[in-house]
């Protein structure tokens, strides 16, 4: 699998936004999977100085944490202050993992499918919340986070007690739906679990190396 190794964090942002901006174009109602963590918020800022029409867009979030939804660190308050709040975007339109997550399922379902997955990578190879072991089969559910998630984690919240132990994910399955997957890397720190997901076996215990059965993934990495 190619990986595009790009010259620093704005080319990153830059090259994403680009993939995202030529989507919402191309097909004003384009359906995106949006990913959260720190590595896209170079995108989502670089989304919102280009003005974009998002009025027909409609968008999934991969994963939410399980806690208050208003809480700052709240995947729906991170969408709502980086991108949401900052767009045309309607509301309604914007969907989060939710219970019962056969319905979350029904609501993709009801989109007549994703047209591009914009994900970023764990350190130990997770996708969403997808943690090591996770069925390649497995659709949207609740999951417990792992030890090095939480405390991957742990630098947004006051102390590692506060991160929540469980989450709402999609699957890895569902991801897999997607018609084009974007997967984007930064820091040297990822740079071991990329080329382990990328090159090495397709296997559970590296969620990311799934990608490798999909048709249609670009990766883009810079230290
Ligand atoms: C969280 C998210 C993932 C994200 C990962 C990496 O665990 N659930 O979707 O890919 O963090 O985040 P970062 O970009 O902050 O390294």
Redesign the pocket.
């Known amino acids: 699998m190619e990986v595009n190794v790009l010259k620093n964090y704005k080319e990153l942002s830059s090259t994403v936004a680009d993939i995202v901006e030529a989507q919402i174009k191309e097909q004003p109602l384009s359906k995106l999977i949006l990913?959260?963590?720190?590595?896209?918020l170079g995108i989502y800022e670089e989304l919102v100085k280009r003005e974009l029409d998002w009025s027909l867009v409609i968008t999934f979030n991969?994963?939410v944490y399980l806690m208050n939804i208003d809480h700052p660190e709240s995947y729906q308050s991170y969408m709502r202050k980086n991108l949401f709040n900052r767009t045309n975007i309607y509301p309604d339109h914007s969907h989060f993992p939710f219970r019962p997550t056969s319905a979350f399922e029904d609501k993709i379902d009801g989109s007549m499918g994703i047209d591009l997955c914009i994900?970023?990578?764990?350190?130990n190879g997770?996708?969403?919340?997808n943690e090591p072991g996770s069925s390649f089969k497995s659709r949207t559910r609740v999951v417990e986070l792992s030890e090095q998630?939480i405390e991957?984690?742990s630098r947004f919240f006051d102390s590692i007690d506060e991160v929540p132990t469980q989450?709402i994910t999609m699957g890895l399955g569902t991801i897999m739906e997607s018609k084009k997957i974007v997967l984007m890397a930064?820091g040297v720190n990822?740079l071991n679990i990329l080329n382990v997901a990328m090159n090495g076996e397709v296997t559970e215990d590296v969620p990311a190396s799934i990608l490798q059965n999909h048709d249609n993934v670009k990766v883009f990495y810079c230290d």
């Open positions: 990913p959260t963590g720190s590595t896209p991969l994963d994900l970023g990578i764990g350190s997770h996708i969403a919340f998630t991957d984690n989450a930064n990822k």
